[in-house]
C-alpha cells in the first residue's frame, strides 16, 4: 500500500512539541500537497487516540506547499506521546488514503511535575454499551461483549449476574470472568467483587437506524403491491429515544414535530424500528413516537400488556395472559394466540417483520409487513424440541440466525417456511459453539452474510471457513463488519474494511465499537473515544464534541449519529445534527438524568 508523505510538525524540536512555547496557542501542522488534490478534499487529522481534527479543503491552487491545517487549539492535544498521521478522501470517494506517520511527544513546559492521575478508592468499573438485541431492528449490530476493569486499569475478575430470569440459554457463559456476553438487555445486570458491586441499568438509549434524508420520498401510496419492499430502517429518517432514570421517555432528531422532547412518563420498556419507538407504560399501556413519514401506525388497545416488540412497519404485543396482539400493516391485524409463560417469551424485529418465540416450548410465531410484499407467516407454530432454550436469536434480514443451546448456528426460519429474498440460504453455518452471531447482506466478497464467535474466539463466515481468531467482540453494519479482539486492537472486512485507523489495528485498549449506518466509534479503556468513517454520519467530531468526550461508559448509534453515555451521567452526541447528532434541544432532559449505573 503506498502512504502519501507524513505531515510536519514545523514548532516541534526533536520530536518534542512544547506547548508552553506557543505564542497565539494554535498548534501548526503542515501537509504536502499530494497526487489528484482537490477542493473540498476532506483531510482528517490523528494524534493517535486523540479526537480527530476534520478539515475540508478550499482551492488548493491557493495554498501553500505544504499547507498548514488551522485552527487547531492547543487544549485539544493534551500532554503524551502520539503518532500523528492523516486520512484524504476525495468528496466522491468513499476510500481514504493513508500518510505515514511521524512519533511527537507533547508537553507543557510551564508544568514542573507531569499530571497526576485521579485518584480512586473504588476497586472496580464495568465499561460497554448495553448489547441492542431484540430492542433495536435497525440493521446495526452493536456490541455485545462487557468489561470489568480495576482501579489500576487491569482486567477484574467479577461475578456477573442479572436481576430477573433470562429468557435464552447463559449456562454457556462465565459467572466470574473479567469480561461478559449480555444477552438480556432488558434486564439489570450486576458485577460484583467482595464487597462491592454495581448494577447497569437495562439498555436505556435507543436508534432507530434511520438514513433517508428525503422525508417522503419512499413513502408507499398503498399498503399492498409495491414494486420494492418498504419498511427497512433506510426508508426512514434517523433519530434517537432516551429513558430517563425517572422512566420519562425523551426524543430528539428527525422526528414528527409532535414527537420531541418528553414525550411520555412511566415507561418500563422500549422498542425501536426504523418507523419509530413503541413505549409499554407501567400500567399495561402501549404508545407510538413516530419518524415524520411514520404512515400511521397505530399500537394495540388495553392496559394488560407486559412485553412488546417491533420490526419494519409491525408491531407485536404479549398480554399478561400469554397471548399476543399483532398491529400495524400485515395481516396479522386481530390475530391473537398463546404463546404461554410470558417470562419464557422473547418478541424481537427484522427488517421485514416481528417474531414471537417461547425458548421453553419452541412456540414460535412470525408476522411479516404488508409493505414487504405480503411475504408468508406462521399465526403459531412449533419448532419441536431441538428448538428450546437457544442461546439467542439474532435478526437477519427478513429471517433470523438461531443459535441453539448447544451451540450450533442456522439461518431461521427454516426451509418449510418460504420467504422473498431470504437471508441467506436457510440452514445450518458451517460454525459451531457459537456465543455471538452478526448478518449483512453487503460484504461483497466475505461471504453471504453471517458472521459467527465461537467460544475458542474464530470468526467464521458462512461461506468462508474461519476468517480470524482472538476475537473477543463483533458489530457492524449493512456493508462492514467490525471485529475487536483479545489485545484491544481493531479490523474490519467488508466495504469499509479499509479505513480503519492505523493506531486501532495495533494494541489500543478499544473495549467496543460501535456503528452508524456509514461510520465508527471505538470507545477505548480509559473513557476517551476514537471515530472513523463519513463525517456526515458521525465519522468526524470538532472540539466542541471531542471536549466532552471523556468518562464514557457506552456508546450507541442510529443511522447518522452517535450518543455517548459517560459516568457522570452526562448524554454527548454527535453526527447529523437533523439526524440525532444535536440534541441541545433536550439536553436540559437529558444530563443528569440518565445514568449507565443504577
Known amino acids: 500500500m503506498s502512504f502519501l508523505s507524513a505531515p510536519i510538525l514545523p514548532q516541534a524540536v526533536g520530536g518534542v512539541l512544547d506547548k508552553s512555547k506557543i505564542s497565539d496557542n494554535t498548534i501548526k501542522v503542515a501537509i504536502p500537497k499530494y497526487e489528484g488534490i482537490a477542493e473540498k478534499d476532506i483531510i482528517t487529522l490523528h494524534f493517535t487516540s486523540g479526537t480527530p481534527i476534520v478539515y475540508k479543503l478550499p482551492n488548493p491552487e491557493k495554498l501553500d506547499d ?38 511527537v511527544k507533547v508537553i507543557d513546559g510551564t508544568s514542573t511535575q507531569p499530571p497526576v492521575k485521579p485518584s480512586t478508592d473504588v476497586p472496580f468499573f464495568v465499561i460497554g454499551a448495553r448489547s441492542t438485541l431484540y430492542s433495536t431492528a435497525n440493521a446495526l449490530y452493536g456490541p455485545q461483549r462487557l468489561t470489568a476493569w480495576d482501579k489500576d486499569n487491569k482486567p477484574a475478575e467479577v461475578n456477573w449476574t442479572y436481576a430477573g430470569k433470562t429468557k435464552t440459554d447463559r449456562s454457556w457463559q462465565k459467572t466470574t470472568s473479567h ?109 407510538f413516537w413516530g419518524v415524520p413519514n411514520d404512515i400511521g401506525l397505530s399500537v394495540p388497545s388495553g392496559n394488560d400488556y407486559v412485553d412488546v416488540g417491533i420490526g419494519s412497519t409491525s408491531l407485536i404485543a404479549l398480554r399478561s395472559n400469554g397471548y399476543y396482539a399483532v398491529s400495524g400493516f400485515n395481516e396479522g391485524v386481530g390475530v391473537t394466540n398463546y404463546l404461554g409463560a410470558t417470562d419464557s417469551v422473547l418478541l424481537f424485529g427484522n427488517d421485514t417483520g416481528v417474531f414471537g418465540f417461547n425458548t421453553d416450548t419452541a412456540e414460535a410465531t412470525w408476522w411479516v409487513s404488508s409493505y414487504a410484499g ?13 428448538y428450546v432454550h437457544p442461546r439467542a436469536i439474532v435478526p437477519a434480514n427478513n429471517g433470523a440466525i438461531f443459535i441453539g443451546q448447544n451451540g450450533s448456528a442456522e439461518f431461521w426460519p427454516p426451509p418449510l417456511v418460504p420467504a422473498k429474498n431470504p437471508a441467506g ?13 452478526v448478518y449483512s447482506i453487503d460484504w461483497s466478497g466475505f461471504g453471504t452474510g453471517a458472521a459467527c464467535l465461537d467460544d475458542s474466539e474464530q470468526i467464521y463466515l458462512d461461506s468462508s471457513g474461519i476468517i480470524s481468531t482472538g476475537v473477543a467482540d463483533m458489530s457492524g453494519n449493512r456493508q462492514t463488519l467490525i471485529l475487536r479482539y483479545n489485545d ?70 442510529t443511522g447518522k449519529a452517535f450518543a455517548a453515555l459517560t459516568s457522570d451521567n452526562r448524554v454527548v452526541t454527535w453526527g447529523e445534527n437533523i439526524g440525532g447528532g444535536n440534541s441541545d434541544a433536550v439536553q436540559s432532559l437529558l444530563n443528569g438524568n440518565i445514568s449507565y449505573y443504577a
Open 66 to 103: 505544504p499547507f498548514i491545517i488551522p485552527n487547531i487549539d492547543k487544549s485539544q492535544v493534551p500532554d503524551g506521546e502520539y503518532n500523528l498521521y492523516y486520512l484524504v478522501r476525495h468528496i466522491t470517494s468513499v476510500d481514504s488514503r493513508f500518510s505515514d506517520a511521524i512519533s
Open 179 to 287: 469480561y461478559f456476553y449480555d444477552v438480556a438487555p432488558h434486564l439489570p445486570l450486576i458485577a460484583s467483587l467482595g464487597d462491592h458491586q454495581v448494577t447497569l441499568n437495562p439498555l436505556n438509549i435507543f436508534g432507530n437506524g434511520g438514513t433517508s434524508d428525503s422525508l417522503y420520498a419512499t413513502q408507499p401510496t398503498a399498503p399492498r403491491n409495491e414494486a420494492l419492499p418498504f419498511g427497512l430502517p433506510e426508508d426512514f429518517s434517523s433519530s434517537f429515544a432516551a429513558l430517563l432514570d425517572n422512566k420519562g421517555l425523551v426524543t430528539w432528531g428527525n422526528m414528527n414535530s409532535r414527537n420531541l422532547g418528553l414525550v411520555a412518563r412511566n415507561v418500563k420498556k422500549v422498542a425501536a424500528s426504523g418507523v419509530g419507538y413503541v413505549a409499554l407504560s407501567a400500567d399495561g399501556s402501549l404508545s
Open 425 to 437: 440460504n436457510r440452514g445450518p453455518l458451517v460454525a459451531n459453539n457459537v456465543i455471538q452471531a
Open 374 to 386: 405480503g411475504q408468508p407467516h406462521w399465526p403459531l407454530n412449533s419448532l419441536g424440541s431441538n
Open 488 to 557: 484491544g486492537s481493531v479490523d474490519a472486512f467488508g466495504k469499509d474494511h479499509r479505513i480503519v485507523p492505523p493506531e486501532l489495528r495495533s494494541k489500543n485498549n478499544v473495549v467496543q465499537v460501535t456503528c452508524t449506518s456509514q461510520a465508527y466509534a471505538a470507545l477505548h479503556q480509559d473513557g476517551t473515544v476514537t471515530v472513523w468513517g463519513d463525517p456526515n454520519y458521525g465519522g468526524a467530531i470538532d472540539y466542541s464534541v471531542s471536549s466532552q468526550l471523556h468518562n464514557v461508559r457506552a456508546i450507541y448509534a
